[in-house]
C-alpha cells in the first residue's frame, strides 16, 4: 500500500491550495485514507502558503514531522528554499523555476539567494527545476502553472494519468478544464522527456 508526504508551498494567488486539494483527491481516487492540511498566513497579501498532504492506509495526524516530506512542490525558488528542512534523505523536490523576489530584495536590503547557494540547500534531496511559467502560457495561461507542477508530481507517483484527468475535471471550473488538462499534460511530458520519475518497477 503506497504512503506518501507532500508539501505544497507558495505565495499568495499561485493557486497552492488548489493544487494540495488535487493531491488529496487523487490519494482519495486510488483508495487511500488522506489527510490535508493548511497555512494561509497573509495569503491575500503576497505571503507565504503551505499545505500538507498526507497519503497512507491509514492516516493519523494531517501533520508532517519535519525531515519526512517525501515530495515538495514549490511555486517559487525562495519558497522552496523556505521548506528545505522539511525533505527527507531523497525526497524530490520540484520547484517551479520563478522567482517572486520579497519586500526586503526589492528594497535592497538582502540579495535574492544565488543559485549555488538554492542547489547546496537540496544535496540530499533530488532537485528538478520546472519552467512551470512557460510551459502553463503553452496550455493557454500563466495561471495554470500550478497544474503544471501537479502534471509533474504525477509522474513521480503510481497512480495513472487517467485518474489525474478525472480529478483534474471535477475540481477546476468546467470553462477552464481543457487548458488544465494540456497544463497537467505539459508537466507529466516535462519529466517523462527528461528519463525521470516513476518507472513502474
Sequence with gaps: MMRANFLVAGVGGQGTLLAADLIALAGVAAGLDVKKSEVHGM??????????????????????????????????????????????????????????????????LMPYPGEEVQAAAFASANRVLVPAMALAQQAGSARVNNVVLIGALARFLPIGATVWEEVIRRRVPERTTAMNLEAFHQGWAYIDERGLGWNGA
Design 43 to 108: 495569503a491575500q497579501r503576497g505571503g507565504s502558503v503551505i499545505s500538507q498532504v498526507r497519503w497512507a492506509e491509514e492516516v493519523f495526524s494531517p501533520l508532517i514531522p519535519q525531515g519526512e516530506v517525501d515530495y515538495l512542490l514549490a511555486f517559487e525558488r525562495l519558497e522552496a528554499l523556505r521548506y528545505t528542512h522539511w525533505l527527507r534523505p531523497g525526497g524530490v523536490a520540484l520547484i517551479n523555476d520563478y522567482r517572486i523576489p520579497p519586500l526586503v530584495v526589492s528594497a535592497g
